[in-house]
Structure formats: C-alpha cells, structure tokens
C-alpha cells in the first residue's frame, strides 16, 4: 500500500502560477503510475496529468501547454506546476497512485488540496 499526502493548494489570482505537491509514503513508490486528478463542484473527477514509472506523462486537454508533472523517485513525491492559471481550473486536487498486478488495478488517493483561481 502506499498513502499520500497533497500540499500546495492556495487562492491565486488568474494568470497566476501555483504548485503542487504529493508526498508518498508505504511502499516502494518507484513502481508505481502516479497523477493529479481534480474535481469541480456538481462536476465529476478529471484526469489533469499522469507519469509513468517510467517517467511518460500524458496531460488532459485544458491542461496542455500549461501544467507540468514530474516525479522525484528519491524523495517519493510528485509534483504538478501549474502556470497561467484560469477560474475553470478551480477545484479539489488529488493525488492518485496506481499499479496494475496480477491483472488488478490498485487505486491509492490523497485527501485532496484546494486549488481556487479567483480575481
């Protein structure tokens, strides 16, 4: 198993950069797929960025060009920058990690940050 922790949300203005990060703990984090998924109120929770174990990363469509992911296997964190932040991107954060074993997917969640883009 492995537990995860989020920090880093904050009210920041539009245009506005911000950065995020996800502590794990528990297990052998280097094995697993980790990303940031978010949720709106009344919305359901989106994928917003993934990186493999091998470091491939794959972003949602509204976050192309402006978020960034990166892993630090060292110091079992994840971290997700956000730059030229906008209101629709404001939501609860969480941190997921995942693996695949025996042909099982096993789902670990954070308690989620805020992240809330207001002017």
């Known amino acids: 198993q492995v537990q995860l922790v989020e920090s880093g949300g904050d009210l920041v203005h539009p245009g506005g950069s911000l950065r995020l990060s996800c502590a794990a703990s528990?297990?052998?984090?280097?094995?697993?797929?980790m990303g940031w998924y978010r949720q709106a109120p009344g919305k359901q929770r989106e994928l917003v960025a993934a990186i493999t174990s091998g470091g491939s990363t794959n972003y949602g469509d509204s976050v192309k060009g402006r978020f960034t992911i990166s892993r630090d296997n060292a110091k079992k964190t994840v971290s997700l920058q956000m730059n030229s932040l906008k209101p629709e991107d404001t939501a609860v954060y969480y941190c997921?990690?995942?693996?695949?074993?025996?042909?099982?997917?096993?789902?670990?969640w954070g308690q989620g940050t805020q992240v809330t883009v207001s002017s």
């Open positions: 997921n990690a995942h693996r695949t074993m025996d042909g099982r997917t096993y789902n670990y």
């Open positions: 528990g297990s052998i984090f280097s094995i697993y797929g």
